[in-house]
């Protein structure tokens, strides 16, 4: 006979599981979308990079140390993300991911919700005007007008960089949803039905 004690242990272990799967497919999400500002540099005619190198700046970082903490902290969320998205799954048997399906339409919906509730209030409120006050003055904060002039031309695209991240957070949440429908439809109960 298993006290109550015991079974909150197995649901904390199972948890913890699904944390660490989502967390994974997170990663492999946030990659994919990695590449894709990459390649949105390129196509702006910026260094590789420049992106990332934005967020840096918000800490005060500069040159290759902005670029690792941008892409460390664009990581680090796509994985906690993605966690989340796992361990929501269990909550409700009408968020479990039952079928591939279900997976990739849940990842989708969610990397639209994450562009909306914080990929762009962040840019538009926080991130945008602290950037912009640097390149104004960027002798004030250690720059150089080199430095600066490919964040300037990223920033005279803000409008195409944000259509293009609506997309890529879709793509994100889709491959997200996509491992999500391989690794969490066994993982239920055999006795819950499922939905195909």
């Given at each position: 006979m298993?006290?109550?004690?015991?079974?909150?242990?197995?649901?904390?272990?199972?948890?913890?599981?699904?944390?660490?799967?989502?967390?994974?497919?997170?990663?492999?999400?946030?990659?994919?979308?990695?590449?894709?500002?990459?390649?949105?540099?390129?196509?702006?005619?910026?260094?590789?990079?420049?992106?990332?190198?934005?967020?840096?700046?918000?800490?005060?970082?500069?040159?290759?140390?902005?670029?690792?903490?941008?892409?460390?902290?664009?990581?680090?969320?796509?994985?906690?993300?993605?966690?989340?998205?796992?361990?929501?799954?269990t909550?409700?048997?009408?968020?479990?991911?039952?079928?591939?399906?279900?997976?990739?339409?849940?990842?989708?919906?969610?990397?639209?919700?994450?562009?909306?509730?914080?990929?762009?209030?962040?840019?538009?409120?926080?991130?945008?005007?602290?950037?912009?006050?640097?390149?104004?003055?960027?002798?004030?904060?250690?720059?150089?007008?080199?430095?600066?002039?490919?964040?300037?031309?990223?920033l005279?695209?803000?409008?195409?960089?944000?259509?293009?991240?609506?997309?890529?957070?879709?793509?994100?949440?889709?491959?997200?949803?996509?491992?999500?429908?391989?690794?969490?439809?066994?993982?239920?109960?055999?006795?819950?039905?499922?939905?195909?």
């Amino acid at each position: 006979m298993h006290t109550d004690k015991e079974n909150q242990v197995v649901t904390s272990k199972k948890i913890l599981s699904k944390a660490i799967s989502g967390s994974m497919a997170g990663i492999v999400g946030g990659m994919a979308l990695s590449s894709s500002f990459m390649g949105i540099d390129s196509q702006l005619g910026v260094p590789s990079g420049t992106f990332y190198k934005m967020i840096g700046l918000l800490v005060g970082l500069q040159n290759i140390d902005a670029i690792v903490f941008g892409f460390c902290v664009h990581i680090g969320t796509a994985a906690l993300i993605g966690a989340v998205f796992f361990v929501c799954s269990t909550f409700h048997r009408v968020l479990h991911i039952s079928s591939f399906q279900k997976g990739i339409f849940a990842g989708g919906v969610t990397g639209l919700e994450v562009f909306a509730i914080f990929f762009l209030p962040i840019n538009l409120f926080i991130m945008i005007p602290i950037v912009e006050q640097i390149t104004m003055n960027p002798g004030q904060y250690g720059f150089t007008l080199d430095e600066i002039e490919p964040i300037k031309r990223l920033l005279s695209n803000t409008d195409r960089i944000l259509w293009g991240a609506l997309f890529l957070h879709l793509l994100y949440g889709v491959v997200m949803g996509f491992f999500a429908g391989v690794m969490l439809p066994h993982e239920y109960p055999s006795t819950m039905p499922r939905k195909d």
